[in-house]
C-alpha cells in the first residue's frame, strides 16, 4: 500500500544524492594524473546510476548536473575553474550529462516499477486476507469489524451504512463510527442513489467523513462506506482510492451473500412450517371426519324420531345436527387443502357440459340459496370443456358459499358464464359490500378473510381451495370489487374437444 514521502525524507535524498557526488568527487582527485579523464566520467555515471536505483528520478537528474558541474571545476584544465581551455570537452560535458540523465530516467523507471510490483503484491495480499475474513462472517456486525481492522491500519475511521428504507431523510442503519452530521448524510444520500464515490475536501481535517464509497451489487446498491482519515493528506488518500475501491466491492459481495443466506433460511424455515401445518391439517380432518358424520347421523335421527321428542330437544338435536354439518364441512375442505398443497391430486379430467356442473351446485346449495335472488347466465351453446368435475363443482359451491356469507337475504347472486377464444369465462357475483381494496391481493391466501373482524362464521379456506383447483387446471381466477358488490371470475382453457362420430342407427 503506497504512500508519499514526506518533505523532510525527499529533501534528505537530494542532499545525499549530492554527498555522493562530492565523495565521487575526492575518490576520483588522487587518481587525477593515472587515470584518463574519460575514465573519471564512467565514475560519476555511476554514481548518477546509483542515484536512480536507490534515491529516485529527481536525485538522479540533480546528481547528473552536479556532476558535470564537479568534473568540469576539478578535473577539466584550467582546473579549479568553471572555464573550459578545449571546446571537445563541451561535447564531453553533453554527452556526460545526456547518458547521466537517460541512464537515471531507465534506472528509476525499473525501480519506480519494481515498487509499484512490490505494492501491488501487498495489496493483493491484504485484500487477499480481508477476503478470507469476509468469507467467515456471519453477521453485519462482524463485516463492520473487520472492515474496522483492516481500514484502521490505514489511519482510517469506517462506518458502514446498510439501505433498509425506512427513512426518506436517511434510509440507512448505522454500523460502526461516529454519528454523522447532516452534511455527511447528504453526501451518503447521493453516493447512494448516484452509485458512484463522492469525496469532499472541504471537510478534511476535522474529523469527518470526506470519502463515500457505495457498496454496488450486480442487482442493487445496498448501502455507503464512508470512510474519516485521522489525518490530513487527502493526496495520500487519493492515491488509495484503487483499494478503497476494491474493499467496497468485497464489502458488498459479503453483504449480498448474507442477504441471501438469510433469505434461503427464511424460506426453508417457511417451508418447513407450511408442511407441518398441512400434515397436521390432513391428519386432523382425517381423524374427525368420521366421529362428526357419526355426530350429524345421530342428530339427525332425533330429529326425525317418531314420536317426536319435547320441542325444546328437537330443537337442539337440530342445533347440533346443523353445527356438526359446518364442523364436517369445515373439515373436508381442510383435507382438501391438504392435498392439493402436497400436490398429490391427480385431476380426473374429462369433456364434459359445463352447465351439468352449473346444475349439480345449484342443487346441493339450494337450502342457503333459498332467501337469495340466484340469476344463471349460462348459455345453451357452451362448448364443451375438459375438467375435473368433482373439484369444479366444489369450486362452484365455495364461491356461491362466499356469495351467500357477504350478502343480506333477499340480495341478487348472480352466476355467469361465456366461451372466449381460448378459455372459458365464469364469474359469481353479489349485491353486498365488496372486498377491502386495500386487501384485495390476499384474498385467496389460506385463512385470509374478506374482513378483519368479519360476522360470518368462515375460516378463510373456500376462495385459497378455489385458486388451487382452478390452478391445477391451468387457468386464473382473480377477485374484484363492482359498484355494489363483489365478484370472482376465473378461467379454465377451452383446448379442442374430441370430434363425436354420428351413430347411424339401422331400421
Same mark, same amino acid.
Given at each position: 500500500m503506497r504512500t508519499l514521502l514526506p518533505s523532510d525524507r525527499r529533501g534528505g535524498r537530494y542532499l545525499l544524492a549530492a554527498a555522493l557526488c562530492v565523495l565521487t568527487t575526492l575518490g576520483a582527485a588522487p587518481l587525477r594524473?593515472?587515470?584518463?579523464?574519460?575514465?573519471?566520467?564512467?565514475?560519476? &555515471?555511476?554514481?548518477?546510476? =546509483?542515484?536512480?536505483?536507490?534515491?529516485?528520478?529527481?536525485?538522479? =537528474?540533480?546528481?547528473?548536473?552536479?556532476?558535470?558541474?564537479?568534473?568540469? #571545476? #576539478?578535473? @577539466?584544465?584550467?582546473?579549479?575553474?568553471? $572555464?573550459?581551455?578545449?571546446?571537445?570537452?563541451?561535447?564531453?560535458?553533453?554527452?556526460?550529462?545526456?547518458?547521466?540523465?537517460?541512464?537515471?530516467?531507465?534506472? $528509476?523507471?525499473?525501480?519506480?516499477?519494481?515498487?509499484?510490483?512490490?505494492?501491488?503484491?501487498?495489496?493483493?495480499? *491484504?485484500?487477499?486476507?480481508?477476503?478470507?475474513?469476509?468469507?467467515?462472517?456471519?453477521?453485519?456486525?462482524?463485516?463492520?469489524?473487520?472492515?474496522?481492522?483492516?481500514?484502521?491500519?490505514?489511519?482510517?475511521?469506517?462506518? &458502514?451504512?446498510?439501505?433498509?428504507?425506512?427513512?426518506? =431523510?436517511?434510509? #440507512?442503519?448505522?454500523?460502526?463510527?461516529?454519528?454523522? !452530521?447532516?452534511?455527511?448524510?447528504? #453526501?451518503?444520500? !447521493?453516493?447512494?442513489q448516484r452509485r458512484s464515490i463522492v469525496e469532499t475536501d472541504s471537510l478534511a481535517g476535522m474529523g469527518a467523513a470526506i470519502v463515500f464509497l457505495p457498496l454496488a451489487a450486480p442487482a442493487h446498491v445496498l448501502g455507503v462506506l464512508a470512510l474519516a482519515p485521522q489525518r490530513d493528506d487527502v493526496d495520500e488518500l487519493r492515491q488509495q482510492r484503487p483499494l478503497l475501491e476494491a474493499v467496497a466491492s468485497l464489502l458488498a459481495i459479503t453483504l449480498?451473500?448474507?442477504?441471501?443466506?438469510?433469505?434461503?433460511?427464511?424460506?426453508?424455515?417457511? @417451508?418447513?412450517?407450511?408442511?407441518?401445518?398441512?400434515?397436521?391439517? !390432513?391428519?386432523?380432518?382425517?381423524?374427525?371426519?368420521?366421529?362428526?358424520?357419526?355426530? @350429524?347421523?345421530?342428530?339427525?335421527?332425533?330429529?326425525?324420531?317418531?314420536?317426536?321428542?319435547?320441542?325444546? *330437544?328437537?330443537?337442539?338435536?337440530?342445533?347440533?345436527?346443523?353445527?356438526?354439518? !359446518?364442523?364436517?364441512?369445515?373439515?373436508?375442505?381442510l383435507l382438501e387443502m391438504a392435498r392439493l398443497q402436497a400436490g398429490n391430486v391427480t385431476l380426473n379430467k374429462e369433456w364434459q357440459a359445463f352447465e351439468e356442473i352449473v346444475g349439480s351446485s345449484t342443487r346441493l346449495l339450494a337450502t342457503l340459496l333459498a332467501d337469495r335472488q340466484l340469476v344463471i347466465e349460462v348459455p345453451r351453446q357452451l362448448p364443451l370443456v375438459c375438467f375435473d368435475a368433482v373439484l369444479l363443482e366444489r369450486v362452484l359451491c365455495n364461491l356461491l358459499e362466499n356469495?351467500?356469507?357477504?350478502?343480506?337475504?333477499?340480495?341478487?347472486?348472480?352466476?355467469f358464464a361465456r366461451a372466449g377464444e381460448t378459455a372459458l369465462e365464469v364469474a359469481v357475483d353479489n349485491d353486498g359490500t365488496g372486498f377491502p381494496s386495500d386487501r384485495i391481493d390476499q384474498v385467496f391466501n389460506l385463512f385470509a378473510r374478506g374482513e378483519q373482524e368479519p360476522a360470518v362464521a368462515g375460516t378463510g379456506l373456500g376462495l385459497a381451495i378455489c385458486k388451487a383447483i382452478i390452478t391445477a387446471h391451468g387457468g386464473t381466477i382473480v377477485a374484484e370489487n363492482r359498484p355494489g358488490g363483489a365478484c370472482v371470475r376465473f378461467t379454465l382453457p377451452l383446448g379442442t374437444p374430441p370430434a363425436v362420430a354420428d351413430e347411424e342407427v339401422s331400421s
Open positions: 594524473e593515472l587515470l584518463d579523464l574519460a575514465n573519471i566520467v564512467m565514475l560519476f &555515471l555511476l554514481t548518477v546510476f =546509483v542515484c536512480a536505483v536507490r534515491l529516485g528520478r529527481g536525485p538522479a =537528474v540533480m546528481a547528473a548536473f552536479f556532476g558535470v558541474a564537479l568534473f568540469d #571545476f #576539478f578535473f @577539466v584544465p584550467p582546473q579549479l575553474s568553471l $572555464a573550459v581551455a578545449d571546446a571537445q570537452y563541451l561535447v564531453t560535458f553533453a554527452v556526460m550529462l545526456a547518458v547521466g540523465l537517460i541512464t537515471s530516467h531507465l534506472a $528509476a523507471l525499473l525501480s519506480e516499477r519494481t515498487e509499484e510490483a512490490q505494492a501491488r503484491e501487498q495489496e493483493t495480499r *491484504a485484500l487477499y486476507e480481508l477476503a478470507r475474513d469476509l468469507g467467515g462472517a456471519l453477521a453485519i456486525a462482524q463485516v463492520t469489524d473487520i472492515a474496522r481492522r483492516f481500514l484502521g491500519r490505514l489511519d482510517m475511521d469506517v462506518s &458502514l451504512l446498510i439501505a433498509e428504507g425506512g427513512s426518506e =431523510v436517511f434510509p #440507512f442503519r448505522q454500523y460502526g463510527g461516529r454519528h454523522l !452530521s447532516e452534511l455527511e448524510q447528504s #453526501f451518503a444520500r !447521493s453516493a447512494y449480498e451473500r448474507l442477504h441471501y443466506a438469510d433469505a434461503a433460511q427464511r424460506g426453508e424455515l417457511q @417451508v418447513a412450517a407450511e408442511r407441518l401445518r398441512t400434515s397436521i391439517l !390432513s391428519s386432523l380432518s382425517h381423524d374427525l371426519r368420521t366421529p362428526l358424520t357419526t355426530l @350429524v347421523g345421530l342428530a339427525d335421527t332425533l330429529v326425525h324420531r317418531q314420536p317426536a321428542l319435547p320441542e325444546d *330437544a328437537t330443537e337442539t338435536a337440530g342445533i347440533i345436527r346443523d353445527q356438526a354439518r !359446518s364442523m364436517h364441512h369445515l373439515l373436508s375442505n356469495a351467500v356469507k357477504y350478502s343480506p337475504p333477499g340480495a341478487r347472486i348472480r352466476l
